[in-house]
Nanobody
Framework: QVQLVESGGGLVQTGGSLRLSCATSRRTSYAMGWFRQAPGKEREFVAAMSASGGFTNYADSVKGRFTISRDNAKNSVYLQMNSLKPEDTAMYYC?????????????????WGQGTQVTVSS
């Protein structure tokens, strides 16, 4: 089984930055991504990266502000979040797809972490 543990969430003011980390139980050789869900809202796609690192997807709402990256030596995946807005407030989930292909479709992801909370105050 692939286990995912997120960290790095917290409380920041509008315009601030956070770097989310996802520690994996295996060498990072799968497609990885991030979803988020705010109270009362549907879970939404944030970002994803293929196993090769050669292909990325970003939600329009975060494009230009968020960056997904990987460090295979540390078995970790990161989400750098800059210029945070109150609308970014949500529980953020790290996800893993055994297909190795980045996608916006949540059904493609086999494993999900427990989430880390990000709160942006206005």
């Amino acid at each position: 089984q692939v286990q995912l543990v997120e960290s790095g969430g917290g409380l920041v003011q509008t315009g601030g930055s956070l770097r989310l980390s996802c520690a994996t139980s295996r060498r990072t050789s799968y497609a990885m991504g991030w979803f988020r869900q705010a109270p009362g809202k549907e879970r939404e796609f944030v970002a994803a990266m293929s196993a090769s690192g050669g292909f990325t997807n970003y939600a329009d709402s975060v494009k230009g502000r968020f960056t997904i990256s990987r460090d295979n030596a540390k078995n970790s995946v990161y989400l750098q979040m800059n210029s945070l807005k109150p609308e970014d407030t949500a529980m953020y989930y790290c996800v893993c797809s055994l297909t190795g292909l980045a996608t916006m479709n949540p059904r493609a992801y086999n494993y999900w972490g427990q989430g880390t909370q990000v709160t942006v105050s206005s």
